[in-house]
């Protein structure tokens, strides 16, 4: 008798005859087969595997943003446990959360996409330095007072009872929530402030009126939605222009970059100086603009010395090409970038959690305030909802500015963020109302139309000997470098009805709110 051994050792059965030759080639081919079946099985469980992590991605973001909203709701009803009508604070607390997300998502784009689009950052990079800069913007030079109805949008006496104000605010803050997350869906980087202002102002109406309405402030922040992006795109341009003809179209273009980057950085760090001099110590002392813009000019003016030895020693051993030039902007513009991020957490996450703060103050205290301050807890709020929305969300919108609209190097971007700074002050001293998204995307429009317009100027002029790249074909030089009209009329078109839209979402949610049983 023979006992056939199986690949463990085991003995399944045993025959009382040997094996013939067709028999074993017939157990052996029965083994092979067994093998493959056994492969096959394996590989498809490898292969559902698979799937079943890729279907699952996309529901990592939406889980860690509701665990985040979850939180901030027990926060909030541990803080407020003993007030009567916490529910309120509660599900404001909530909806904030919700706000500061889809802030994070949307708005912070804008600053961080032109450095990636660049290649000076990578886009981990970039969401890092943007999630500290933004919480250390909010916490450390954010206002501590901000207006409870935007600005005076609405009259607060108008709206005298205190269950049907905290309706209206927390109205805004849905639908300016609702609004900018829309936005972000179909790629629009829209304005975080004037959102919160169309939710306001459609709140507003619906509980007291048109009456309600200061239409002088909003023909002021209807007048920024073409006083930004054009303010921004002409400053952005006449930027590149400087560099184009000062340092890219120079024989020498090392000397010419080692006089120019450090007043460029000199430029940068005056502007931004003044701006955060104006917002950030207003905390500790009023600052009006002249001495911000004497404090500024003094720290720009060191920085512009200090940078001249820096880009002396960087620029040592580089190419007489564009390529060089590249390297010797990089850093200015991660730092303005993280600049950008810090000025952005100072100014709008205030504005964003205004709502918030406003049905805070009147749940506690039972009344209506033109102006109350901000507690720390919702500041805490707006800028880790900032922080996580930009993480989980906003790598789309950051590549849909930076590289999606036209394309963009270093020069280029810095220019963007150069614009950015200087608006704002320019803004300041003319007193005109501006958005942060509006300034940055239409530096980026700007820069792409100051390309266009160039690539064409020297074309007519017959000045294309020296630059390859205007030799290609008119169509792949079309594809390659003009601002793509596709985005700009899907921008253009979001930033109109931006007020409207977020105006008559608010008025319905209103409505349905106030008819709630109290």
Known sequence: MTKSVDAEGEVPYARSEPFTEGQAVSETQNDANHLETLDRDLQRFSHLETATQYVARPMVAPGIALA?????GLAAAVFFGAFPINFVVIAAAVFGAYMALNIGANDVANNMGPAVGANALTLGGAITIAAIFETLGALLAGGDVVSTISSGIIDPMTVADAQVFIWAMMAALISAAL???????????VSTTHSVVGGVMG????????SAVNWTTMSAIAASWVISPVLGGVIAALFLALIKSRVIYRDDKIAAARF?????????VGAFSTYLALKGLSRVVKIDLGTAATVGLVLGVIAWIVTIPLIKRQSQGLENRNKSLKRLFGVPLVISAALLSFAHGANDVANAVGPLAAIVHAAEFGTISAKVSIPLWVMIVGAFGISFGLFLFGPKLIRMVGSQITKLNPMRAYCVALSAAVTVIVASWLGLPVSSTHIA???????GFFREWDAERRLR???ITTQPELRIAPEERRRRKLVRRSHFMTIIAAWVITVPAAALISALVFLALNSLPV
Request: glycine share 16%; charged share 0%.
């Open 68 to 72: 985040f909203i979850v939180v901030t």
């Open 179 to 189: 609004w900018i997350n829309l936005a972000t869906w179909i790629g629009a980087p």
């Open 203 to 210: 709140s507003g109406i619906a509980a007291a009126g048109l």
């Open 260 to 268: 120019w980057v450090p007043i460029l950085i000199g430029i940068m």
């Open 441 to 447: 995307v239409g530096g980026v429009f700007g820069v």
């Open 461 to 463: 002029n017959n000045k």
